[in-house]
T-cell receptor
């Protein structure tokens, strides 16, 4: 079966760095996405990785290792507005997105 | 970036009535649109995939006659919840993809529609 695993909840301090991990087992692989979702709102796109390595975009970075079926989202200089759920999703061989359950990130002052 | 507009954002209806939710891609042609349902504190659950001009492909366990999906044009897809009941109350979200299979696959999401059935 297809499976996406990510922690249910994480807590971090404002100004700090946090890493949210995602492991996956899917039928084929055509890229991995990270989305941010604030409560009561639709998800917004953060990053897309299809090749191994680190993609940096401002305070957010995303890493992928296809051989390990592993990705992480790194958030630096945390701000209170970063409190949200972070969804990991993998596009399988049929170009369908398989979604993780999301990681709720709580930022404390 | 590409914009997807979803309407209405909130709707309250009586049990037994039908509700239509619209999803429009405002500045691009969406060959594929997806409809999701999300329960509180849960991830997105894909309900169906619709391609313009063809019948929607429903996920296992989703009632086709209950959730009618129409994708009549490259910029509009609609989800109609027929004979709604309180258990249909949920957050419904659409997303659209501009390209065909083989593109990056980035999805552009609508704002979501919160349905409350009394």
């Amino acid at each position: 079966g297809q499976n996406i695993d990510q922690p249910t909840e994480m807590t971090a301090t404002e100004g700090a760095i946090v890493q949210i991990n995602c492991t996956y087992q899917t039928s084929g692989f055509n890229g991995l996405f990270w989305y941010q979702q604030h409560a009561g709102e639709a998800p917004t796109f953060l990053s897309y990785n299809v090749l191994d390595g680190l993609e940096e975009k401002g305070r957010f970075s995303s890493f992928l290792s296809r051989s390990k079926g592993y990705s992480y989202l790194l958030l630096k200089e945390l701000q209170m507005k970063d409190s949200a759920s972070y969804l990991c999703a993998v596009m399988d061989s049929n170009y369908q997105l398989i979604w993780g359950a999301g990681t709720k990130l709580i930022i404390k002052p | 970036g590409a914009v997807v507009s979803q309407h209405p954002s909130r709707v309250i209806c009586k049990s037994g009535t039908s509700v239509k939710i619209e999803c429009r891609s405002l500045d691009f042609q969406a060959t594929t649109m997806f409809w999701y349902r999300q329960f509180p504190k849960k991830s997105l659950m894909l309900m169906a995939t619709s391609n313009e001009g063809s019948k929607a492909t429903y996920e296992q366990g989703v009632e086709k006659d209950k959730f009618l999906i129409n994708h009549a044009s490259l910029t509009l897809s609609t989800l109609t919840v027929t004979s709604a009941h309180p258990e249909d109350s949920s957050f419904y979200i659409c997303s659209a993809r501009a390209g065909l299979a083989g593109d990056t696959g980035e999805l552009f999401f609508g704002e979501g529609s919160r349905l409350t059935v009394l």
